[in-house]
């Protein structure tokens, strides 16, 4: 392991022993790669990723390179969902895969049109619907966010075999309605933003509850022990 490595994953302990993260663990043991660049990258299990292979990717920002590479892996359909400006910019004008599917809008825990914050950093382009100390509550914009199963029926699917999640902290409202949606979907692969909330260890903690109670179990923590890959043992 490099030291940097070792350095992140020191910090990480440290953190969750003095109680400003919820611990986490590797619960079972997989085959692991890592798709994708340093930055949007995530540990993907590649001897559960089938042939004609269904993977939603919510939130793409200016980095497709973990779309780029499971669909080189794979040969397989990816579709990106993101609804800000920046992104939806970015994807037009920039040449993507033929197999990877865009639409300029995000995921919620109801269809309707937010109020989306803006990055102050205007080099950024990682907006959130929650007020944190990253974006700049007086540079809103008004975006459309879809419910899970609006979405997947939209796009007729009745299973996901890869599911990523990067949302800026809409993961922990969104979860409960894509677990409760009854879609199967083999491996969830979500960044984590317990640093956005006051109450964020608790947020971790219900949130990672939430999905080993629906059967899911994490094979696999990034360096910086944001992103997590967890897989379905049901």
Not at 58 to 79: L, N, P, R
Request: proline letters at 4%; glycine letters at 8%.
């Amino acid at each position: 392991m490099e030291r940097n490595d070792k350095l992140k994953r020191l910090e990480y302990w440290l953190k969750a022993r003095i109680g400003k993260i919820a611990f986490i663990d590797i619960e079972e043991k997989r085959d692991k790669q890592w798709y994708g660049n340093g930055y949007g990258g995530f540990y993907v299990d590649p001897t559960a990723v089938p042939e004609n292979a269904i993977v939603y990717s919510f939130g793409i920002g200016e980095d497709i390179s973990f779309d780029q590479a499971i669909i080189a892996k794979h040969d397989c359909d990816v579709y990106g969902f993101d609804p800000t400006p920046k992104s939806i910019a970015w994807v037009s004008n920039n040449k993507v895969p033929e197999k990877f599917h865009f639409h300029p809008y995000g995921i919620g825990e109801k269809t309707g049109i937010v109020t989306f914050n803006l990055p102050k950093n205007k080099e950024h382009v990682s907006g959130s619907v929650y007020d944190h100390s990253l974006v700049d509550e007086l540079n809103p914009v008004e975006v459309l966010l879809k419910e899970f199963t609006e979405i997947v029926k939209e796009k007729g699917h009745s299973r996901i075999d890869v599911l990523k999640m990067d949302i800026e902290g809409s993961e922990y409202a969104v979860m409960k309605g894509i677990l409760e949606s009854g879609i199967p979907i083999k491996q969830i692969l979500v960044e984590t933003h317990e640093r956005f909330f006051p109450n964020g260890k608790e947020k971790g903690k219900e949130f990672f509850s939430l999905l080993k109670s629906h059967g899911y179990r994490i094979f696999a923590i990034s360096d910086t022990y944001q992103e997590i890959s967890l897989i379905s043992i049901k």
